[in-house]
């Protein structure tokens, strides 16, 4: 059966919980079940998708029946369900696994071995590889492949297979969202043979973050993510991951590494490198098997350890993106409706592109056939070259702790101080708990008064990734050129998010202390609004769903402000000004807010706000309600309430004006009531293609924060045209009858994880 996995603590070394004695080998107890005999059908049947019960019923099964899977449950999911890895190896290694768990930390780390002890540990350690998958419940496949590449490696018939189980230990997570399994498949179930079959979920496919899980790999806000790092990651920090995604349909059917340009700096080379020719190697060996429209060197980059976790902690990170069909319903793609993707042309064979896909139907077969075939292919090549995985491990341990830091090209301060002295307490412990999460060790002062952060340690440089200011490349789709658009957002800052006044030094003049010992995750506090709010608040829920809308709902649960959710018919019916003080719009596009859904969804699912909506929330602002719009949703706000306000950079094209995810300088409005509680060290705001304001109008709104009257604001990240932003307002308040209403132009809760601008919404509700 399934068994508990108690999770590790950063303190020190965990071993994997409830496993055999060492050197007894567990005896098969039953034939090994197929997985369509749990299921009843084969993975990739079309138009067939299983419940989360039904994997973890299979799961259950072939670990009774293999010695060579032994499943264990990290916890609960955020809605309660299991979350489960299936350590996968030869019987006789997992009988054993605190003894390898032991050989991969010593090799990891040389600190923890003798002078002599490499070439033997070498010689005895196995290839450990990490294998996500499903983080995005919407690609399906993601759910099915493992139960085929499990089952192959229970039954184990081949020398390939053989040779993977005895050269490598697999940790094998069959979704990261256990949840999204059901909530994806139930609407999919539901909708078959309706105009809707295929559609996504009008609803966030993981609770609070949708689409924007696989985002938290350095902020650690969701169960799921802590649970694969606390209990994978952190004890047996692995060569290989294996992240298995989906795309879109028109372009290559498969994406492997080697990513885009622009690298993290901080990323040891040899990562890069090793990323690369695994990468390739993969991309070889299926295309000899037939495999058509494998793209490599596109459409994805290398940059932020948002996403790229295992690069900063010494694994070779293959992210693998399958063409999607209609979820599990196929599609028809004819050869000359191929499009492009970035770096290649799916009709055009190229270097990156070498066989072209000759177009035709595509199903949930195909998917999980290209996504089996990948991994397959990743872990024949890490068994077969498993001592030259194992020799690059070691060296990168060596190289980490190096004086000369060989891991980047970048200027290295020696520390990072942190004074304990800072104006958000709980801001500099949720700093630390991050850091430490992510296995960086901080440091007492010597004299005592400050924390310290030395980048000459295993993980130095992740810790420099997180504390550092970014400075992306200015990068051009040719010279000349609109901007080349990043995969994702280009700053990470933390102390600039949090709110935290972190210094790097040099030259340290403090002395190292005791280490830190591993900190609480801190409790948040909105005095007037933690606990039994005096405020009735309402979040917005669209059908067309926001993930910024989930960020907000984890934001407000995370410092216990109760809020009601209110959808399209709540806001249409009226009467809001007697349920509520205050009514928040998350960061979503005005023709989103104003049209909703529309076919093929349900008459019950569409229509958004309309004009009803919009002409009850004008009568609850003039009523003295306080409407809080963020980001996009300020464009909604401005038309339906008629505000005295323009986004100056609406319709400014990207060769004038460019910010697709940065942090900016901010100059705050001190006089005013809303910024009392704003105490940032650095005033900033996450700036991701959003609005910036001109007032019409000064007797019905001021400016509570302004981007300063000259020069370039840009903090962290990429910024063209920054002139443009000079004197212009980035927050509103604009009065409408005896209410008002709040122009957020950035996000005040981005991904959870903007500590520092979180009173800018308590203030308003609170005004």
């Not at 294998?131 to 020398?159: K, Y």
């Not at 609770?207 to 047996?236: C, M």
Request: proline share 8%.
């Amino acid at each position: 059966m399934i068994r508990a996995f108690v999770s590790c603590t950063l303190a020190a070394l965990c071993f994997v919980s409830s496993a055999p004695t060492a050197g007894a080998q567990r005896p098969r107890t039953a034939a090994i079940p197929a997985p369509a005999s749990i299921l009843g059908w084969e993975p990739g049947t079309d138009r067939k998708l299983p419940s989360w019960k039904q994997v973890t019923d299979y799961f259950a099964a072939v670990d009774k029946a293999s010695p060579r899977i032994s499943v264990r449950t990290l916890g609960k999911t955020t809605l309660g369900r299991p979350f489960i890895v299936a350590f996968i190896s030869d019987s006789a290694t997992l009988a054993n696994l605190p003894r390898y768990q032991k050989i991969q930390q010593q090799l990891m780390d040389p600190r923890q071995r003798t002078a002599n002890a490499r070439a033997s540990l070498i010689a005895q350690g196995k290839n450990v590889i990490l294998i996500t998958s499903s983080i995005h419940s919407n690609e399906v496949g993601g759910f099915l492949t493992p139960l085929v590449v499990a089952d192959r490696l229970a039954r184990a018939d081949t020398p390939e297979a053989k040779a993977i189980l005895a050269n490598t230990i697999i940790m094998l997570v069959p979704s990261q969202n256990p949840d999204g399994v059901d909530i994806v498949g139930n609407w999919y179930r539901s909708t078959l043979d309706t105009p809707a079959e295929g559609t996504n979920p009008p609803a966030l496919y993981h609770f609070y973050t949708g689409h924007d899980n696989n985002r938290d790999w350095y902020a650690f806000t969701q169960k799921e993510t802590r649970y694969t790092v606390d209990s994978l990651y952190t004890p047996w920090t692995p060569q290989i991951v294996n992240d298995v995604h989906q795309q879109g349909a028109n372009a290559g059917r498969i994406f492997i590494p080697p990513y885009m340009d622009p690298l993290e700096p901080n990323i040891d080379p040899i990562l890069t490198a090793s990323t690369n020719a695994l990468g390739m190697a993969m991309s070889w060996r299926m295309t000899a098997d037939g495999k058509t429209g494998i793209a490599t060197n596109a459409s994805y980059d290398q940059w932020s350890p948002a996403r790229q976790y295992s690069l900063n902690h010494r694994g070779a990170r293959i992210l693998t993106e399958t063409a999607s069909a209609r979820l599990a319903s196929s599609i028809d793609l004819p050869f000359d409706k191929l499009g492009t993707g970035r770096g290649y042309d799916a009709k055009i064979a190229s270097w990156n592109f070498p066989a072209v896909w000759p177009g035709g139907r595509w199903g949930i077969g195909d998917i999980v056939s290209y996504q089996v075939s990948a991994t397959w292919a990743l872990l024949v090549q890490a068994a077969r070259d498993r001592g030259a995985w194992l020799e690059s491990y070691a060296t990168l341990g060596e190289r980490a702790l190096a004086a000369d830091h060989p891991w980047t090209t970048t200027d290295v301060p020696a520390m990072y101080v942190m004074s304990k002295q800072q104006s958000d307490p709980a801001a500099l412990t949720r700093l630390l708990w991050t850091l430490q999460h992510g296995q960086v060790v901080v440091h007492e002062s010597q004299p005592a008064g400050s924390y310290l952060v030395p980048t000459r340690q295993p993980f130095g440089s992740y810790a420099k990734a997180l504390l550092e200011r970014q400075a992306y490349p200015n990068l051009q789709e040719y010279p000349g050129g609109p901007p080349k658009r990043p995969y994702d957002v280009t700053a990470h800052t933390l102390p600039l998010l949090f709110g935290v006044d972190v210094q790097a030094v040099t030259t340290p003049t403090i002395q190292l202390g005791a280490v830190v010992t591993p900190v609480a995750e801190p409790t948040y506090n909105v005095p007037g609004l933690s606990g039994t709010s005096r405020k009735r608040i309402a979040i917005y829920q669209s059908y067309s769903a926001s993930m910024d809308e989930g960020w907000t709902r984890w934001v407000f649960d995370a410092n216990r402000i109760p809020f009601t959710t209110v959808h399209d018919r709540d806001i249409r019916s009226g009467g809001l000004r007697a349920k509520f003080d205050a009514i928040l719009l998350p960061d979503q596009p005005a023709t989103q807010l104003r049209r909703g859904l529309g076919a093929p969804y349900p008459d019950s699912l569409r229509g958004g706000l309309g004009d009803s909506g919009a002409a009850s929330l004008r009568a609850f602002v003039e009523e003295g309600g306080a409407l809080l719009a963020f980001n996009e949703a300020t464009e909604y706000a401005i038309s339906a309430l008629a505000l005295p306000v323009t986004n100056v950079l609406a319709n400014v094209r990207n060769t004038d004006f460019y910010a697709p995810g940065s942090i900016f300088a901010v100059d705050v409005n001190r006089s005013h009531p809303v910024a009392a509680t704003y105490r940032a060290p650095t005033p900033a705001v996450w700036f991701e293609d959003s609005p910036t304001f001109a007032i019409t109008d000064t007797t019905k709104a001021s400016a509570v924060l302004r981007y300063q009257s000259a020069g370039d604001p840009l903090l962290s990240g990429w910024l063209l045209g920054g002139a443009r932003l000079n004197g212009r307002a980035a927050m509103v308040d604009a009065s409408v009858g005896t209410g008002h209403v709040y122009l957020y132009g950035f996000r005040p809760q981005y991904r959870a994880q903007t500590n520092a601008t979180w009173p800018l919404i308590w203030s308003a509700i609170l005004r």
